[in-house]
């Protein structure tokens, strides 16, 4: 029962603590990237690939983001689907008249993946920029995303994704990104990046892999399909976009619940993933990945077995730590959803303990639920 409850321990803490230590150690030695690049002068033709559903908020400065970047404007096609949107989005997609524009307007919903492969289907472009309808990119993104091309080895680049908080609320998600940049950051030199920001990443159109119709973390699969292949994975800090992060913790867990969904999905799809013989990738893949995936289900073991291991007086202090922890986090949750400010430390706690909790949804989704690729729309 004691190796039980020390093994969940110890994995949650190294995931979460001793493999960044470790990562670092190891991406300092072997490093195999370098650690910034110039924008080529003669840019290549490119596709921005862009799925979206109900945005009327935001397609309109989403659109306009695209056509005012610097990239030659004989060099840029937009396409953007709109999959079966039942707000004011179609109406103000066929207000733009740009010849770098294609629109297609999709009458019935079936999903973001189905989205993308008609999409990629039309693409004559050799690369693909994929992105979201709520980014904003910087003037220079797409130049620094495609400045890497020049080498065949590289099948696909990641670009930094930047979370803003616009208000003052409790989601903490922004902070934690920072942490999930750092590790990808690591990764890549390693080449062994793990998916991409889905919001700004690129690839050879020629290594495209048609996904199935239900992925839900669609930028995670195609991304690791490339690596599959034995491309190389570039993550480039300089090519920018930012969104803004979940207006609540609430709202970011509706969002975590419906991507721990799609991790377990993942998880099925990515057996190679696991074999060491691949190297790096699958070192990280299992300290990164799978062991947070698992993280909920070692917290609720840990905490089972601490409750039979009570009577000795270092577990039961274990215990009332362990009770102290999830009743913060109820708190900090309640009082959060009334729009009420929270301490950081509370914060974070209450954004670790949802976090694993969406996960342990997702993975119950995933489990009992027939996993569909339709869009179920969060805020961010």
């Given at each position: 029962m004691e190796t039980v409850f020390w093994c969940c321990l110890g994995i949650i803490f190294y995931s979460y603590i001793i493999y960044p230590i470790i990562l670092m150690l190891l991406a300092n030695f072997f490093s195999k990237t370098p650690t910034h690049s110039n924008v080529e002068?003669?840019?290549?033709?490119?596709?921005?690939?862009?799925?979206?559903y109900n945005e009327e908020s935001c397609i309109k400065e989403r659109i306009e983001n695209l056509l005012s970047?610097?990239?030659?404007?004989?060099?840029?096609?937009?396409?953007?689907?709109?999959?079966?949107?039942?707000?004011k989005t179609n109406e103000i997609l066929s207000g733009f008249d740009d010849q770098r524009l294609r629109i297609h307007i999709f009458e019935q919903n079936s999903g973001k993946a189905s989205v993308l492969n008609k999409l990629v289907a039309l693409v004559e472009q050799p690369i693909i920029i994929f992105s979201d309808a709520n980014t904003h990119f910087e003037s220079d993104a797409i130049q620094r995303l495609t400045s890497h091309f020049?080498?065949?080895?590289?099948?696909a680049v990641c670009g930094e994704l930047n979370l803003f908080n616009p208000g003052d609320n409790d989601n903490q998600d922004s902070i934690y990104w920072r942490y999930e940049q750092f590790l990808k950051e690591q990764e890549a030199k390693l080449d062994a990046l793990l998916g991409a920001n889905g919001a700004i990443y690129a690839i050879r159109a020629n290594l495209y892999s048609a996904i199935p119709a239900n992925t839900i973390v669609d930028d995670f699969q195609i991304v690791m399909n490339v690596a599959r292949g034995g491309h190389q994975i570039i993550y480039e800090k300089l090519a920018l976009?930012?969104?803004?992060?979940?207006?609540?913790?609430?709202?970011?867990?509706?969002?975590?619940?419906?991507?721990?969904?799609?991790?377990?999905?993942a998880f099925t799809r990515l057996t190679w993933a696991l074999n060491p013989l691949i190297g790096w990738r699958s070192f990280s893949y299992i300290s990164h990945k799978v062991f947070r995936w698992f993280t909920p289900h070692l917290m609720v073991v840990a905490f089972i077995t601490n409750l039979f291991l009570?009577?000795?007086?270092?577990?039961?202090?274990l215990l009332v730590g362990h009770i102290l922890m999830y009743t913060l986090a109820l708190w900090?949750?309640?009082t959060s959803a009334k729009g009420k400010k929270l301490s950081s430390i509370i914060a974070l706690i209450t954004f670790f303990v949802s976090m694993n909790l969406a996960l342990l949804k997702g993975f119950y989704r995933f489990m009992f639920k027939n996993v569909q690729g339709t869009w179920q729309r969060t805020s961010r």
């Open positions: 002068v003669t840019l290549p033709s490119v596709a921005v690939v862009i799925a979206a970047l610097d990239y030659p404007e004989d060099k840029i096609t937009c396409f953007i689907g709109s999959d079966g949107s039942s707000d020049s080498d065949p080895n590289i099948g976009a930012h969104e803004e992060i979940a207006p609540n913790i609430a709202e970011e867990s509706k969002r975590r619940i419906r991507i721990g969904t799609g991790n377990y999905q009570a009577e000795q007086p270092l577990y039961m202090l900090g949750g309640r």
